[in-house]
């Protein structure tokens, strides 16, 4: 990630015209996926537990029913200008047995920044040199970078359709 005040910022869906993945599930064991996404988020993506940020969080009981929604952000650096966000955002709501229904949305993007900080950055040669580099070098590997963000969030997507699969 490019730790610049100006930055050039290019954001790529990982699949077209797919731009999130929604599930929404209705069975026992609610509570549980707060848990289990935390952990399926870490492992799939191959991030840290510092790398998943916490941007909301609210989770409350009353009446003898739990009401959540909870966003999360994980980043996976592939290299000094390019980066895998994924967003998972869900909500829902849970009896004091563990059933109810949640909703999920998953936000993934590949994001590419360069610096233009400095006047030469901001310069026009530069843009010329840094779109011809671009073009005709790292496109090639923005492109393996995609694929590698598409197998993630095709193998999350299976993990979370097993998960709802056995707590129908």
Known sequence: MVWAKTKLTIYEYLREPDK???????GKNIPKFYHFLK?????????GDTD??????????????????VEWRAIKEFDDFTHLRMD?????????NGNGSIGLVMKPR??????????????????MARTFWHNTFYQKKRWQYLIHGREIWT???KKIAAFCEENK
């Open 20 to 26: 999130d993945s929604v599930f929404n599930f209705s």
């Open 39 to 47: 952990r399926m988020l870490i492992e799939t993506v191959g991030v």
């Open 52 to 69: 998943v940020h916490e941007m909301g969080y609210t989770w409350e009981k009353k009446d003898g029913k739990e009401k959540f929604k």
């Open 88 to 96: 998972l955002n869900f909500r829902g709501e849970a009896d004091e």
């Open 110 to 127: 590949l994001i590419t920044e360069y610096p233009q900080d400095t006047i030469l950055q901001q310069s026009i040669f530069y843009e």
């Open 155 to 157: 193998a999350m997507e």
